[in-house]
């Protein structure tokens, strides 16, 4: 019966760890400060009713903050920029960061933790870390509304030799799509493309290179929506060529002049021509001549097709696939010279004209439209266009545009800017979708094998993370997600459920 405590002994203890417990800050404050001018231990407990024990306990936090705010620091260290309470939600954010921001590997986060902060983390811990933040990052991605979308831009990224489908708004580069796949055919590009449709994905257009399985795809699933061709990767399949017949060029020169060089050495030394090489030198000047005039005319053709036809300031779409046409039967005349470079490039432009096309047909329906919107004669949006095609160094433009600041005064000003606006919204490449594939690159070779929520948070993250600097003003201090919605959205580490860290 001894061991248990009685009433009388339980009931000051008690009482005392009770008054402890709710003793404000200011009271203990003062009861430290009391202790540290030496009043009685013993008093100051019984006047506030709690133990002697708790009184040191105050006492020592008292004499630790002293000792640490009047710590003098070495000469060598560096002085305290600020405090950073470093908690395990903080830690989860810095290990997305590193993932995400930093594109550093799984081992790298671990490295890191254990040599600056002294914190051993394992790799499964990380990994875990990654696998919370997919759920969330997921369903914020499938919530997403892309009725928005007004061009949209398709392309195919490999990893491992498994197909990666991409797809982006052109106009806030908003990653819509990114989906690691098996195949890369119709039925596959059809499923997710139907998947989109139910968040609303109804653009007016898109924009892709000439894979088949990714034209058949949409054509299933948006056949009313048309498919731009890539003038980019038009110009890398045409540009080969010049650069082809021109170093055969260099290299008939190279030819001639060292056969010219023998015969002028076989001469000197012996008074008179050889035969032998006179006929090969007449064989090689002829070579050199059709080598110099087809470099010429395949460099013309293919200027023409680069700066005239597929540019933005050009003509109207009848001319355009006039001159486009006359450009591939040229083509088709100087196939003999050099067939197996040369037939590839008109073949691949005989069978493209419509879909690289397309952007200067809808370019003629805008302006119509703007026409009309202003009651102008389309006559006056042909001229506004053809003036502003050509450069501001020459004085024709100024001429022309003189006189029709003359005949329509205040009205061609802004039938100039909105014609100018016009031209600005073209869209002829998927810039958009190479410069997103670049930098998914520069994660996907961290990973030989991907999966999709890996990609699923990579997607979060590329979407709702806000641009530091961009060619376009407008794009800057803003996200895809916001510039496609139109509507400030929250810090991504927010939307995860966490609270960034900010200084006092």
């Given at each position: ?302 200027g023409w097709l680069r700066q005239d036809i597929l540019a933005v300031r050009g003509s109207d779409y009848a ?15 100087r196939e003999p010279h050099c067939p197996h470079k040369i037939r590839p490039v008109r073949c691949f432009l ?155």
């Open positions: 019966m001894g061991i248990l405590a009685s009433p009388s002994t339980a009931g000051p203890q008690t009482s005392a760890a009770t008054s402890a417990r709710q003793l404000p800050p200011q009271a203990r404050q003062q009861l430290a400060l009391d202790a540290l001018a030496r009043l009685p231990i013993t008093q100051l407990a019984d006047q506030h009713h709690v133990s002697r024990k708790f009184v040191y306990q105050q006492l020592h936090h008292a004499q630790h903050a002293l000792e640490h705010a009047f710590q003098t620091p070495p000469p060598d260290q560096p002085d305290l920029l600020f405090w950073l309470p470093v908690t395990k939600p903080w830690l989860r954010q810095l290990v997305l960061g590193l993932t995400l921001i930093s594109h550093s590997s799984l081992r790298g986060v671990c490295e890191l933790l254990r040599d600056l902060f002294d914190y051993p983390l394992s790799i499964g811990t990380v990994h875990n870390i990654l696998r919370q933040a997919i759920s969330t990052a997921d369903r914020i991605n499938r919530q997403q509304d892309l009725t928005g979308v007004r061009i949209g831009a398709h392309d195919e990224i490999f990893q491992a030799a498994q197909p990666v489908l991409v797809g982006a708004d052109v106009a806030s580069t908003y990653c819509y799509l990114l989906s690691l796949e098996e195949h890369r055919d119709a039925d596959t590009w059809g499923v997710r493309l139907l998947e989109l449709t139910e968040r609303g994905f109804h653009p007016q257009a898109t924009i892709a290179d000439f894979a088949g399985g990714l034209r058949a795809g949409q054509a299933e699933v948006l056949p009313d929506v048309p498919c731009r061709g890539d003038v980019f990767h038009a110009l890398q399949t045409a540009m080969p060529l010049v650069r082809y017949v021109e170093n055969r060029a260099y290299d008939a020169i190279a030819s001639r002049s060292r056969l010219q060089d023998r015969q002028a050495r076989s001469e000197h030394r012996q008074g008179r021509k050889d035969l032998s090489l006179a006929g090969q030198l007449r064989y090689a000047r002829q070579a050199e001549t059709q080598a110099l005039t087809l470099a010429d005319e395949i460099a013309t053709l293919i001319s355009r696939c006039a001159l486009y046409d006359w450009i591939v039967a040229e083509l088709r005349l005989e069978n493209r004209r419509d879909d690289l096309l397309a952007f200067a047909k809808q370019l003629d329906g805008d302006l119509l439209g703007l026409a009309e919107e202003l009651a102008v004669p389309t006559t006056l949006v042909e001229d506004v266009r053809q003036v502003l095609n050509l450069s501001t160094s020459r004085p024709e433009r100024w001429q022309r545009e003189k006189a029709l600041w003359q005949r329509w005064g205040s009205r061609y000003g802004v039938l100039r800017e909105a014609v100018a606006e016009r031209l600005g919204q073209v869209v002829r490449a998927s810039s958009v979708i190479e410069n997103l594939n670049s930098r998914l690159r520069s994660y996907f070779f961290l990973r030989r094998h991907l999966g999709g929520d890996y990609l699923s948070l990579l997607q979060f993250f590329l979407n709702h993370r806000r641009f530091v600097r961009s060619e376009h003003g407008e794009r800057v201090g803003k996200s895809p997600a916001e510039l496609l919605t139109g509507q400030s959205q929250p810090h991504w580490l927010e939307l995860l459920g966490y609270r960034p860290f900010s200084r006092n």
